[in-house]
């Protein structure tokens, strides 16, 4: 079956420094591939995807390359701001699209 | 507009009591889904309705659990006896339909089995 797995965390960083937190998965066929973020005391939230090869999904300074040689959709960010402290999900839907498999997060704290 | 929203937002119970989780989806939604996050297992996903449909219920936990949706809006999730190990965040999510489409979740309700 469908299956993501994540770096572990925590991630601890400073203000400013580079992020990249790894998702590899395994999948038939070519799903679309998504990161979500929940931060502390709320619910997830979609924070970019990707819907085929190559593709690259973006926001909040966020990015993520689908990468199918390698299966692979590593979250990264250039600058990483005390706000961005939460958690990472990393997710793909399975063939009928009808419900998403989950990593099993990976929490980032950013220190000031 | 409005998001899901979920209803409560947290529930102690006692060990052996039935409870009741609220969702409402974004309206116009058709899809409707219940995840539950729990420490030791991460995310799990429970089930799914198009329109109220439940086409596949084999992703709940046991019998004890069941879920309904009524009008093609809200959905309730219902715990019967419910033990320690139900305990968790319970989440749902709706897209405008099932296959492909966006998930958008819920704030989730705390549950709490004493």
């Known amino acids: 079956g469908d299956s993501v797995t994540q770096m572990e965390g925590p991630v601890t960083l400073s203000e400013e420094a580079f992020l990249t937190i790894n998702c590899t998965y395994t999948a038939t066929g070519y799903p679309s591939l998504f990161w979500y973020v929940q931060y502390p005391g709320e619910g997830l939230q979609l924070l970019l995807k990707?819907?085929?090869?190559?593709d690259k999904g973006s926001n909040k300074g966020f990015e993520a390359t689908y990468r199918k040689e390698t299966t692979s959709f590593h979250l990264e960010k250039g600058s990483v701001q005390v706000s961005d402290s939460a958690v990472y999900f990393c997710a793909l839907p399975n063939n009928a699209g009808n419900m998403l498999t989950f990593g099993g997060g990976t929490r980032l704290m950013v220190k000031p | 507009g409005a998001g899901v929203s979920q209803s409560p937002s947290n529930k102690v119970t006692e060990k052996g009591k039935d409870v009741e989780l609220r969702c409402d989806p974004i309206?116009?939604?058709?899809?409707l889904y219940w995840y539950r996050q729990s420490l030791g297992q991460g995310l799990e996903f429970l089930i799914y309705f198009q329109g109220n449909s439940a086409p596949d219920k084999s992703g709940l936990p046991s019998d004890r659990f069941s879920a309904e949706r009524t009008g093609g809006s809200v959905s309730t999730l219902t715990i019967q006896r419910t033990q320690q190990e139900d305990s968790a965040v319970y989440l749902c999510?709706?897209?405008?339909?099932?296959?492909?489409?966006?998930?958008?979740f819920g704030p989730g309700t705390r549950l709490t089995v004493t």
């Open positions: 309206s116009g939604h058709t899809a």
């Open positions: 999510a709706s897209s405008l339909k099932v296959q492909y489409y966006e998930q958008y």
């Open positions: 990707a819907t085929k090869a190559d």
